[in-house]
């Protein structure tokens, strides 16, 4: 059976369960793989780029954000990230506002040393949290690429709730699998190119 829609998903893993009586906790099942998933998978596909003003010395951070991976200023300016106790030490050493150089995560926010002396354009690069799956939307990157991914990362988590001990580990072991075959795919994705043919001499 296909898996790619939320339908599917929910279907397959009661096959996969062989139980007909799971179907209100099986969406929970699907909720803690997601869980999981934010966790574990660093993929190119949930790569995103966002510009916004910098203005002030906090900053919001996008609400599907996961973690950064590159943060600069629009005139090519890398902003190097530093601790809490290095911003505090920086910061006791001088108020002035001026170009922010640096910045810490804080919360859900970004925080910038020096403050903004004035309008700059940031630039976030980072990893995005993949959509949860509804009935209303009903797909997303990970079940169209790696369905199996949804399916072992479900399984495993109703493993606990139906007291199946010996499924645990398989579940979990296949789950692992498919998570770093994600991670190579995603390798690849990033490091491949197009093949280029020497000129015979």
Known sequence: MAITTYDELKSSIADFLNRDDLTP?????????????DRDIRHWRQEKRV????????????????EWQDVSLSDGTGLQLI?????QDRKGRSLEAG?????????????FYPA???SYTLSLQYFARTPALTDADPTNWVLVYAPDVYLYGALAHSAPYLKDDARTQI???LYQ???????LES????HSGPLKMGVPR
């Not at 601790?83 to 911003?87: F, T």
């Not at 170009?99 to 925080?111: G, H, I, M, V, W």
């Open 25 to 37: 906790v099986i969406p929970t099942f699907i909720a803690l793989a997601e869980a999981q998933m």
């Open 51 to 66: 510009e916004t003003t910098l203005d002030e010395q906090y900053e919001n951070l996008p609400t599907d954000f996961i």
């Open 83 to 87: 601790s809490m106790a290095e911003m």
């Open 99 to 111: 170009k922010p150089l640096y910045f810490r995560s804080t919360a859900d926010q970004l925080e």
């Open 116 to 118: 903004p002396d004035q």
């Open 171 to 173: 579940w979990a072991a």
């Open 177 to 183: 699998n498919a998570i770093e075959s994600m991670r």
């Open 187 to 190: 390798e690849r994705g990033k």
